[in-house]
């Protein structure tokens, strides 16, 4: 088999507040032998906020972002939830109508660049599944997570709307009884925690806007966690991170308990189990700290 | 033309029962049934009423999923029962199969539930034309098929509140006024007929109740049965906030316009620029948070920022793509 190559699109997040994730994005990539061509040209892709004021130029952003991905001939991989619905959304709005691709393509093409519709669009959560393939990762774990209980988040934009996600991998995810993560979990020799809000909300994009709703769903989460006794829990989303994280002081006054646990990423998860160090995974850049490694 | 097979299947139900009249708590009751792969998730409900307990309760009218009255849980994921076959139950989620109201805290009895918050949230959105007819009119008021085609997802909707409960924001904030309200909003909004655009949408826009406290989970389309996709609506309702100027500035609107100037400055996002941007003087509630994460090595300041490449395209087509003003 030839060395898997996929065009990253690291997204915002990844470059400022949670400087972690592609530190063991790179680490864990580095270990399973995969190529990354980091988009460095790639903007925003508007986190669905700017897809409020003008959803033509998010549109014609994320376009272009696709562009690049399609110049290299290749996948492009996320490695936030976000990015990839926002993403995966314009690909399939553009692909299933050509009138409306025109019109993008029209300002794309003022900067010579076109939309195709030639690169699919996966997280690196996906990515792993589909093209490594739990089996083989299962052999490449040299520390088993065998002494944690650890709970996933799977987080809205990875498995809602199932129709378009389900678009974007083969291994099909039902959004009512998600599975990848559980699995990632179990490859990793860890034992997956079952609990309620595993599919549900974090509350990260009505923040600023609705603080009391989105810290009731930050603490609901977390407090669901730790009532199934799981040791930490890990996500493939960094704002779904950012949230558990970082809010856990508004979340814990919320809800009217305390409440916290270690939050890793899925790229974290994997790469404790495939022998990165916890420098390279960069653990020490969270707020909860990781004092299990 | 091949043959078709009814083939039947084992499946144990979970069944949520409870009389608001009687019951101190509610209880579940367990049925094992045979089910064939012709049955709707309907012919469950009416076996375990026939067959096991006449007493069990639930809505059902029109069996063809035109009136919305039998919508239910089925584990976790909302249900027009009328409408859903069994067997892709059974494939979404195996042979163990719960059955609930859409509503577990306005349980009345059974799979009925008290609705009157969904009605009187449908209600406060002004869910009707408003228009200013001329009785005696000297032609016809031409509607354009494309005109007619931007309201006819919306106008799928047939208020079975599916989408209300599976919406995670009515649970915690009752003045939110939801999915389906919104969707039955922009119904209107987008009919060339009405003339209460601009008043609906300030409804639309008052915080708390309006569309910016909706928390982007997408559980509403997956919940909707009809297709009516009401989150695709709210993102429409927002547009037409800016498009028709009836937006204001606060936090919500600053943090959507935000990310414009941000792309359009680093191609990027400035984190910590945005929430300045959006939170103003207000900046200040996030310093202790803010504190923390700089110790961590979680913020990055605005000259380490690392810009896109080929930053003059971007900025280029910020300019040329651009349809909206604030």
Redesign the interface.
């Known amino acids: 088999m030839s060395k898997l190559k996929y065009a990253l699109f690291t997204g915002?997040?990844a470059?400022?507040?949670?400087?972690e994730q592609y530190m063991s994005t790179m680490a864990l990539a580095d270990k399973l032998d995969i190529e990354l061509v980091e988009l460095?040209?790639?903007?925003?892709c508007?986190?669905?906020?700017?897809?409020?004021?003008?959803?033509?130029?998010s549109l014609?952003?994320n376009a272009?972002n696709i562009a690049y991905a399609e110049k290299h001939g290749l996948t492009m991989v996320t490695i936030c939830n976000t990015c990839q619905l926002n993403t995966a959304m314009t690909k399939h709005r553009l692909d299933e109508n050509a009138d409306l691709k025109a019109r993008v393509n029209e300002?794309?093409g003022?900067?010579g660049?076109e939309y195709k519709g030639t690169s699919q669009i996966t997280h690196f959560l996906y990515a792993i599944i589909d093209d490594i393939g739990l089996d083989k990762l299962k052999e490449m774990v040299v520390t088993p997570l065998s002494q944690f209980n650890i709970a996933p988040f799977y987080g809205?934009?990875n498995i809602?709307?199932?129709e378009l996600q389900n678009e974007s991998h083969k291994t099909a995810e039902?959004?009512?009884?998600p599975s990848s993560l559980d699995d990632l979990i179990i490859a990793c020799g860890g034992m997956n925690v079952d609990y309620e809000e595993k599919n549900?909300?974090c509350?990260?994009?009505?923040e600023?806007?609705?603080p009391?709703?989105?810290a009731?769903?930050t603490g609901k989460a977390i407090a669901g966690a730790m009532d199934s006794n799981a040791d930490w829990m890990v996500t493939p989303c960094p704002l779904c991170h950012l949230k558990l994280d970082?809010?856990t002081?508004h979340a814990s006054e919320a809800i009217g308990r305390d409440v916290s646990l270690p939050v890793l990423h899925m790229q974290q998860m994997v790469g404790l189990a495939l022998g990165c160090s916890k420098e390279e995974l960069g653990l020490?850049?969270?707020?909860v700290n990781v004092d299990f490694v | 033309m091949g043959t078709h097979t009814i083939t039947t299947q084992k499946v144990n139900f979970k069944v949520f029962r409870f009389n608001a009249d009687v019951d101190y708590l509610p209880y579940y009751e367990n049925y094992e049934m045979e089910v064939t792969s012709e049955e709707v998730v309907l012919d469950i409900l009416n076996r375990i009423k026939w067959d096991h307990d006449g007493s069990f309760s639930y809505r059902r009218s029109c069996r063809h999923g035109i009136c919305g009255a039998c919508s239910i849980k089925v584990n976790g994921k909302a249900t027009l029962a009328c409408k859903q076959s069994m067997t892709s139950m059974t494939e979404l989620f195996g042979n163990e199969l719960t059955i609930e109201p859409l509503s577990i805290k306005r349980a009345v009895k059974d799979m009925i539930i008290d609705k009157g918050d969904f009605w009187e949230k449908h209600d406060a959105i002004r869910p009707y034309l408003i228009s200013d007819v001329n009785e005696h009119p000297e032609h016809e008021h031409l509607v354009t098929p494309e005109e007619a085609e931007e309201l006819n997802e919306a106008d799928l909707c047939i208020q079975c509140g599916s989408c209300h409960y599976a919406c995670p924001v009515v649970e915690i904030n009752e003045d939110f006024f939801g999915p389906a309200a919104f969707a039955k909003a922009y119904r209107f909004e987008a009919d060339v007929r009405d003339d209460a655009h601009t008043e609906r949408l300030q409804i639309l826009h008052e915080e708390k109740q309006g569309l910016w406290d909706c928390v982007k989970c997408f559980e509403c389309q997956e919940a909707c049965p009809k297709d009516v996709n009401p989150i695709d609506k709210i993102t429409k309702l927002h547009n037409m906030l800016f498009k028709e100027g009836v937006a204001t500035s606060n936090v919500a609107t600053r943090h959507a316009v935000g990310f414009k100037h941000s792309i359009a400055k680093n191609g990027v996002l400035d984190e910590g620029g945005l929430v300045l941007y959006s939170e103003g003087p207000s900046i200040v509630k996030h310093i202790p948070v803010a504190a923390k994460m700089f110790i961590k090595g979680k913020i990055v300041p605005p000259w380490g920022i690392t810009k896109s490449d080929n930053l003059d395209e971007i900025k280029k087509l910020v300019e040329s793509s651009s349809t909206a003003k604030f």
């Open positions: 915002c997040t470059k400022q507040s949670t400087p460095t040209e790639a903007s925003c508007g986190a669905s906020h700017l897809q409020d004021y003008d959803d033509f130029l014609v952003l272009r300002k794309l003022e900067v660049l809205c934009h809602r709307p199932s039902n959004p009512y009884k549900k909300c509350g990260f994009h009505a600023l806007q609705a009391k709703t989105a009731i769903l970082t809010q002081h020490k850049h969270h707020l």
